[in-house]
């Protein structure tokens, strides 16, 4: 899948014109990973956005401390996205994040480069910050009301 067809199929990213997606892409960077490569750290600085475009990752986030430590895993494949929260807030890393497979294709959006485009247009930065919007909410809305469970 090409990367325009890419972003077209995130839902962070619909309503964009084929202008404002080619735009998205130019600012998009791409990292090819081996298995167990860790894309970055819970608790690390927030600075980009990722989408799998091939391949999966593994989301794992530590809850607790010392012997009451326990660890959440999910796993995300074509298409999805993580680290989208660093688009607002720059905030520490909530999850650790690893490729899960050999040749993991991520493509990435750094925050300072989004926010320059949003500048550049609005109106790309008004709709991706309303479907930014409306999936954090949907976050929180099934979160069951664990702070940690993100």
């Known amino acids: 899948m090409n990367l325009i067809e890419l972003l077209r199929a995130v839902e962070l990213f619909s309503g964009l014109d084929d202008d404002q997606l080619q735009r998205l892409a130019a600012i998009s960077k791409e990292v090819t990973c081996k298995s167990g490569d860790v ?3 819970q608790g690390d600085e927030g600075d980009s956005l990722y989408i799998v475009r091939e391949g999966q990752v593994e989301i794992s986030v530590r809850h607790g401390e ?3 430590q326990r660890h959440s895993r999910i796993f995300l494949g074509d298409g ?3 680290g989208e929260m660093a688009l607002i807030d720059s905030g520490k890393r909530s999850a650790t994040v690893h490729a899960a497979q050999d040749g993991t294709i991520l493509d990435f959006i750094r ?4 926010f320059a485009l949003c500048n550049s247009d609005k109106a790309l930065g008004y709709v991706v910050m309303r479907n930014m919007a409306i999936h ?3 976050k929180l809305r099934h979160r069951h009301l664990d702070p ?3």
Not at 111 to 114: I, N, P, T, V
């Open 39 to 41: 894309i970055f750290s």
């Open 66 to 68: 010392g012997i009451l």
């Open 80 to 82: 999805q996205l993580f």
């Open 111 to 114: 925050g300072d480069d989004f």
């Open 136 to 138: 954090l909410s949907f």
């Open 148 to 150: 940690n469970t993100f």
